[in-house]
């Protein structure tokens, strides 16, 4: 059997091409390419590289009440920036944890801060409350670092701030605690612009 195998090869003189497999796309249709919508062929663009680093703060599996039952979803709460003055918040819900990161990423990159930093550091204290979030905002000198918790720490540290000191005062959810942390920190904005 093993020689009968071995005989039944194809010989030289087949001219026949070997049958290749591309990934996607029609024959004839080299590989990275697709046609647009006219019809011509154009160079298929790849993701652009995220300009902004991501940390996840929290991420819940929420649920709503409908007629037919339950109806689970993701809660995803994002925080962007490029660690050189920008910040930013997303919170958005989807079906799979992916969809929900996708729609925070791009939710926050919509609601951008500039973030004033003066001497390695911002510029004035603010005490602020935003629902059920108190936070304090101090500046620091140089070489203190970063002296804060939670939530308010990860957002200072993408905002790119060398040197502050923070406290939360009274809440535990974190979600609040970002939002009254970008409040206060787009409050320092205003009042270095006047």
Same mark, same amino acid.
């Given at each position: %059997? ?16 070997? $049958? ?15 046609? /647009? ?14 300009? $902004?680093?991501?940390?996840?703060? /929290? ?12 109806? %689970?979803? $993701? ?5 962007? #920036? ?67 918790? #939670? ?44």
């Amino acid at each position: %059997m093993t020689q009968e195998k071995t005989q039944s090869r194809p010989k030289s003189s087949d001219t026949r091409k070997p $049958f290749v497999r591309r990934s996607g796309g029609k024959p004839g249709e080299k590989p990275g390419q697709r046609p /647009d919508r006219d019809g011509r062929n154009r160079q298929h663009k790849q993701e652009n590289v995220r300009e $902004f680093e991501q940390k996840i703060l /929290d991420l819940a599996r929420v649920t709503r009440v409908t007629a037919g039952g339950k109806r %689970m979803s $993701f809660r995803c709460t994002l925080v962007i #920036g490029d660690k050189k003055g920008r910040v930013g918040l997303g919170i958005a819900k989807g079906a799979d944890v992916q969809i929900a990161v996708e729609k925070a990423y791009r939710q926050a990159k919509k609601k951008l801060i500039h973030v004033p930093i003066v001497n390695e550091t911002i510029p004035h204290a603010v005490l602020l409350k935003s629902g059920s979030a108190s936070i304090l905002l101090k500046p620091a000198p140089k070489g203190i670092g970063l002296k804060a918790g #939670g939530a308010v720490r990860v957002v200072l540290e993408y905002a790119g701030v060398p040197n502050a000191v923070s406290k939360i005062l009274n809440s535990n959810n974190k979600l609040n605690i970002a939002q009254a942390a970008l409040e206060a920190i787009a409050q320092l904005g205003e009042t270095s612009r006047k």
